[in-house]
């Protein structure tokens, strides 16, 4: 057994595919993911296999995260539980390519949860390799204190998305395409209902709990919804 690593970076890096691709998890499966997500260099040299090994400790979360002491064993008992069965994004392929369509890449070859020990120990699969290291070019960089006090995922999973344009200050989507993006498009096929539970939450809690000051606009297609258009201020502008 490998003792557990320390190492925490302060920012974690995806590619835009995979910032793009088509996945969702619980907030407790998420913070598994960028703690050790953290500890991949995401540009730079080449890595060998047992760069991609890496743990993430209770003590790690408690630092990273806000939690209540007492609950976080049993969150990352529940996140590593999530991994160890739905562990794969969907990402589509690029559109001038001779392929078409969409390639599922797992998160992780191998996840383990040392109970006693209090530490989760994450193999990185070599299908999602190329999504989050030696990262050259459009990728989007996330720090993870920017996140310490979020608790929803979709929250979590709208901070990516828009980080990935901090640039421009916005980001147009189409509504079925961002119901795909948070994966509730069968979960939520109203407009009404996904309002509600995923887009205006998510909103309130980054406008709450983050530096982004967060609008959108409804833009309809006769009387029904079609897109959305995110307008946005984020003043963590150095990474």
Request: hydrophobic letters at 35%; proline letters at 3%; zero cysteines.
């Amino acid at each position: 057994m490998f003792a557990p690593v320390t190492d925490i970076s302060p920012t974690i890096g995806k590619s835009n595919e995979l910032i793009n691709a088509l996945y969702s998890m619980p907030t407790s499966s998420h913070r598994l993911v960028m703690l050790a997500l953290s500890q991949i260099r995401y540009s730079g040299d080449d890595m060998a296999d047992l760069d991609y090994y890496v743990t993430v400790s209770a003590q790690q979360w408690m630092d990273t995260f806000t939690s209540t002491p007492g609950s976080v064993y049993d969150q990352i008992r529940q996140g590593a539980e999530y991994l160890q069965h739905t562990t794969s994004a969907t990402i589509r392929l690029p559109s001038d390519t001779r392929k078409s369509g969409y390639r599922r890449v797992q998160w992780f070859s191998q996840v383990e949860y040392q109970q006693d020990l209090g530490f989760i120990e994450l193999w990185f699969g070599k299908q999602i390799r190329p999504f989050i290291s030696q990262l050259s070019r459009d990728f989007t960089i996330i720090d993870l204190q920017a996140l310490r006090d979020v608790r929803r995922s979709h929250s979590i999973r709208l901070y990516e998305l828009l980080r990935q344009y901090r640039s421009t200050g916005w980001r147009h989507d189409s509504l079925l395409e961002l119901k795909d993006l948070f994966g509730v498009a069968e979960k939520y096929p109203r407009w009404v209902d996904f309002r509600k539970r995923v887009l205006d939450s998510a909103v309130s809690e980054l406008n709450d709990k983050t530096s982004m000051a967060i609008k959108y606009e409804v833009i309809k297609k006769g009387r029904a919804v079609s897109a959305i258009k995110f307008r946005f201020t984020d003043k963590l502008t150095s990474v």
